[in-house]
């Protein structure tokens, strides 16, 4: 029973690449959840997803930043145009759905993005 | 704005003996609360949670206690081993719905031996 698996775990960017990080949630998870954490600071919420829907993306920047969930395929978080300041831990975690109750979230290893 | 506060960046405690974390809020909306425990280069792994319903909750050496009124908790852990050396979050929730998770900062727990 596999956990919340993301790829790359390491990705180096250059200043105005793409950056693409694959989440893939624990099997029967219907929700992921996508957060950063900045050197020496606790994680930071940026967007929930359920297939196909974006349910709240409020900590996500409004410029350079998308997520996606799609029905078949991983989720993915889009960073284009990366500048140093996006340099981060970014972690996916998800979570089953149980009768609309929150459940404790269960998170991947990360992926480490540093961009040069 | 921080909603969820661990004022102490780091805490060291003998092996053996009782290593206590603690962890403030200010939203008045969060009834669910949970603590992660992290290693270096490895994703956060969930320890336990308290509804809000509730004032304690046991799980084998951890204890998490919250106290409403003054919108504090603790996690207590005891007796205290070394693999328990790591950095523990605390976050907290709005329990209705699946709802995103507010992070408090972390504490870094050393466990000498």
């Known amino acids: 029973n596999a956990g919340v698996m993301q790829n790359p775990r390491h990705l180096v960017r250059r200043r105005g690449q793409e950056a693409r990080l694959r989440c893939s949630p624990m099997?029967?998870?219907?929700?992921v959840y996508w957060y950063r954490q900045l050197p020496e600071e606790g994680l930071k919420f940026m967007v929930y997803l359920q297939k196909e829907n974006i349910i709240d993306e409020s900590g996500m920047p409004k410029e350079r930043f998308s997520a996606e969930f799609p029905k078949e395929g991983p989720s993915i978080l889009r960073i284009q145009q990366v500048v140093r300041g996006d340099s981060a831990a970014y972690f996916c975690?998800?979570?089953?759905?149980?009768?609309?109750?929150?459940?404790?979230?269960?998170f991947g290893p990360g992926t480490r993005l540093t961009v040069l | 704005d921080q909603q969820v506060k661990q004022n102490s960046p780091s805490l060291s405690v003998q092996e053996g003996r009782i290593s206590i974390l603690n962890c403030d809020y200010t939203?008045?909306?969060?009834?669910?609360f949970l603590w992660y425990k992290k290693y270096p280069a490895e994703g956060p792994t969930f320890l336990i949670s308290?509804?809000?319903?509730?004032d304690k909750n046991e799980d084998g050496r951890f204890t998490v206690f919250l106290n409403k009124s003054a919108k504090h908790l603790s996690l207590h852990i005891v007796p205290s081993q070394p693999g328990d050396s790591a950095v523990y979050f605390c976050?907290?929730?709005?329990?209705?719905?699946?709802?995103?998770?507010?992070f408090g900062q972390g504490t870094r727990l050393t466990i000498n031996p």
């Open positions: 939203n008045s909306m969060f009834d669910y």
């Open positions: 975690a998800s979570s089953p759905e149980l009768a609309g109750i929150t459940y404790e979230q269960f």
């Open positions: 099997k029967g998870h219907s929700h």
């Open positions: 308290i509804s809000s319903i509730k």
């Open positions: 976050a907290a929730s709005v329990r209705q719905g699946a709802q995103k998770l507010v």
